[in-house]
């Protein structure tokens, strides 16, 4: 059985509904974090960091100004740090399920967020998260990591999708 399951698939097919159905779903000891679109009238202005436990930042909006962008978005990455890694960690020492949604672009300006994730890997907990379909050198080796399971989530595949994920939270944990 894989450590993590990451999943993969463009934008808007349900990775992160998914993820938070498999959740509620097996009833397990989760922590970590989600992203979740900010919008207004409509139109996407951002994106906000939302912990399992209730606690939210902005990761990155187009009001931002920051050295680091992605598209029109500026991402504040002192809140990644403050809230996303520290739910991570929380959830390294407190929890069975790591939830990190997602290893992108964003987040990947962020060394501290990228011990995060290793820290999250070696720790031996069970990892559910989002990883980003583009090529990116560090996010690449995640994916070709030998303890990941790297499902791509489509529209059409994503309720098998959410039925294999449910069942590798609800099995035992083994060694190897």
């Given at each position: ?22 959740i509620d779903k097996a009833q397990v000891n989760a922590g970590g974090f989600f992203t979740e679109e900010i919008r207004a009238g409509g139109v996407r202005q951002g994106f906000r960091l939302v912990t399992l436990d209730g606690q939210n930042a902005i990761l990155a909006h187009v009001d931002i100004k ?111």
């Open positions: 059985m894989k450590q993590a399951y990451l999943l993969t698939g463009g934008p808007g097919v349900g990775k992160t509904t998914l993820i938070k159905k498999a920051s050295h680091y962008r992605v598209s029109k978005y500026g991402v504040d990455i002192e809140s990644l740090d403050n809230v996303g890694i520290a739910a991570i960690r929380d959830a390294i020492r407190e929890c069975d399920v790591v939830v990190i949604d997602e290893i992108g672009k964003m987040e990947l300006f962020s060394t501290a967020f990228k011990d995060a994730v290793l820290e999250a890997f070696n720790s031996k907990k069970r990892v559910l998260g989002t990883i980003m379909s583009t090529s990116h050198s560090w996010a690449d080796g995640i994916k070709r990591h030998p303890n990941v399971a790297l499902i791509a989530v489509t529209r059409a595949n994503r309720e098998q999708v959410l039925k294999q994920v449910i069942s590798w939270l609800e099995a035992p944990i083994t060694d190897g």
